[in-house]
């Protein structure tokens, strides 16, 4: 069977691009509530498709910021490198990315886990929490439990999950800050919000 990743990388996710073109200031509130007061200038969002969250945030959080993405469809790569100088995009997936340890105040996924099977989801997890310093924000379809949802013809590309659980369950120390829920009016797709924050960040400052 063709893994997800190499479905994605093709044109089902050129695809997924051409049908998701929005207005990134659509957004700007929503991203305004989830990281209100929260010390960020370095952010890495995994996944980042047509660049859509990065305008928005690089937007948010002024020119000091360092914005940057990876995503492995190489289409949308290119669209999002061109939407705005102030982001940085580079190819790559969330089970290698290319960056040390901690290198982020906040590293963040928008509808990405749930197209990550669950033999593959510790993996991209702890990549994710490896290149953040303190913050962990997710944006994705919750179930309770493990949910398969048909898309598109196929049963292998997306599934709604409790990932909170799998964060706090994989790793002791973090601790969620604030959550939430996302409606159409909000730019997203009826999706929860999970911020997480080390724990051992809280206790070095």
């Keep these: 069977m063709t893994h997800p990743l190499e479905i994605w990388e093709g044109d089902f996710g050129k695809d997924y691009t051409d049908r998701n073109e929005i207005d990134w200031r659509a957004r700007l509130p929503a991203f305004q509530q989830m990281l209100d007061s929260i ?3 370095r952010v890495l969002e995994v996944g980042c498709n047509r660049g859509h969250n990065l305008v928005c945030l690089a937007e948010l959080l002024g020119e000091e910021s360092d914005v940057v993405g990876v995503e492995p469809n190489r289409y949308a790569l290119e669209i999002a490198r061109a939407s705005s100088v102030k982001v940085g995009v580079l190819y790559g997936q969330a089970f290698d990315l290319p ?3 901690g290198y982020f105040d906040l590293v963040f996924t928008a509808g990405v886990l749930i197209h990550i099977p669950l033999k593959d ?3 991209a997890l702890s ?3 490896r290149v953040s310093k303190r913050y962990i924000l997710a944006i994705e379809y919750f179930a309770q439990e493990e949910t398969v949802v048909h898309y598109r013809g196929h049963d292998n590309l997306l599934w709604k999950r409790d990932f909170l659980q799998h964060y706090q369950s994989r790793f002791s120390d973090l601790t969620l800050i604030r959550s939430g829920y996302l409606r159409s009016e909000d730019g997203f797709d009826r ?3 999970w911020l997480l924050e080390k ?3 809280r206790e070095e400052r």
Excluded: A, G, N, R
Aim: charged share 20%.
């Design 39 to 41: 010390p960020i200038k």
């Design 191 to 193: 999706t929860h919000w």
């Design 99 to 101: 960056f040390k340890d």
């Design 199 to 201: 724990t051992f960040s």
């Design 121 to 123: 989801l510790p993996l």
């Design 127 to 129: 990549e994710i929490y």
